[in-house]
C-alpha cells in the first residue's frame, strides 16, 4: 500500500469518528516512514481529536492520551517540514489547548515570520484562528479579567495576531485605519 493510501485510511477513520482507529494507523506508518511529518501530524491531530470528543481522563482519573506525545509529535512535525504553515499551527494551537500560552505565542510569532518571508504562503487564517484561541484562553485563566497580569501580557499579542488575520501587513497599519477621519 502506498503512503498516500495510508494516510487516506487514516483519515478516512477520522471522519468516521474513529480516532484510536486513526491513531493506530498513523503509528505505523511512523514506525515505517521516520522522516515523513505527515505521520506525525496525522496522529497528534486525530489525538486532538479523540480527547476533544471523548475527554482524556479514564475512570481512574489519569490521562487516556500522554499530551507531552500530542506536542512532541506535532512539533516533530513542524521540525521535519519547518515551511509547512499548517504544521507550524498545529502544534501552536496544541499548546494553547495544554495551557502553554507563552510557548505557543513564541510559535505564532514564527509562523508570522514564515508568512512574511514566502509571498506563497498565507498564515493570515493561523494568525486570525491564533488570536480567538489566545482570546479564549487569556478569559479562561483570568475569569474574564482582563486587568489581570497574564492578561496584560497576552491580549496586545492576540490583537495584534487579530490584526494580521485580518489581512493587514501589520498591526500599525491597521490603527491608521482607525485614527483616520472623514
Do not use: C
Not at 476533544?52 to 512539533?75: A, C, F, P, T, W
Amino acid at each position: 500500500m502506498s503512503e498516500e493510501d495510508v494516510i487516506t485510511i487514516a483519515a478516512q477513520h477520522i471522519t468516521q469518528g474513529d480516532f484510536i482507529g486513526a491513531m493506530d494507523i498513523f503509528e505505523s506508518h511512523i514506525s515505517a516512514n521516520p522522516k515523513d511529518p505527515a505521520g506525525f501530524h496525522g496522529w497528534a491531530e486525530a489525538a486532538m481529536f479523540e480527547i476533544q470528543e471523548n475527554g482524556n481522563m479514564d475512570d481512574s482519573g489519569k490521562d487516556r492520551i500522554n499530551e507531552g506525545k500530542v506536542q512532541s509529535y506535532l512539533r516533530k512535525a513542524a521540525g521535519l517540514d519547518p515551511e509547512n504553515a499548517d504544521y507550524l499551527a498545529a502544534y501552536a494551537n496544541a499548546l494553547i489547548e495544554f495551557d502553554r500560552v507563552p510557548v505557543a505565542v513564541r510559535e505564532f510569532q514564527k509562523l508570522k515570520v514564515l508568512g512574511d518571508s514566502q509571498d506563497d504562503v498565507d498564515v493570515s487564517f493561523h494568525l486570525y484562528e491564533a488570536a480567538r484561541m489566545l482570546m479564549e484562553s487569556i478569559d479562561l485563566k483570568t475569569n474574564f479579567d482582563r486587568s489581570h497580569p497574564f492578561a496584560k501580557q497576552f491580549v496586545a499579542v492576540a490583537i495584534e495576531f487579530a490584526l494580521l488575520g485580518l489581512g493587514f501587513p501589520s498591526a500599525e497599519e491597521a490603527v491608521e485605519y482607525l485614527s483616520t477621519e472623514e
